[in-house]
């Protein structure tokens, strides 16, 4: 599994976007409430040492839907995104693989970190329809030669 994918699967195993929400969409993020989106940012190669061996570095943006009628969502909806960053910080040593040069090399994943999960639109500009949240997503990995 390369790292979009990989990450993907951990975001999805999150216990409460599981119970509420059919899949993790990649680069697409509906209007619902429920609707999550994993879009790819970039991805940077941190160090390679004499022997090939890489530490890189991908970001991604993980795109949310939530309904946001009142205060009581609004904090839930925040403290999801809370929860899913520590759970996220937990998940280390799960294997990837990246292709270099036609030839598929593993590694793991060896830290996840979060940042600025914020509201970002809110639709219509009205409090009824689902608003949409984010939140930076980096994971660095490792992979070996």
Known sequence: MNILEKVRELVQSFPKIAEICGTVHVDFTGNEPTDYGLSSLGDTLVVEDICGNQERQHTFMLHSVFSAVNDFERMSNTGVLLELA???????GD?????????THTGEITRITTANGALTMIPDENTVSGWFYQLQIVADYTVNN
């Open 86 to 92: 520590q759970y996220l910080d937990r998940c280390v």
């Open 95 to 103: 294997e990837v693989t990246h292709e270099i040069g036609g030839v």
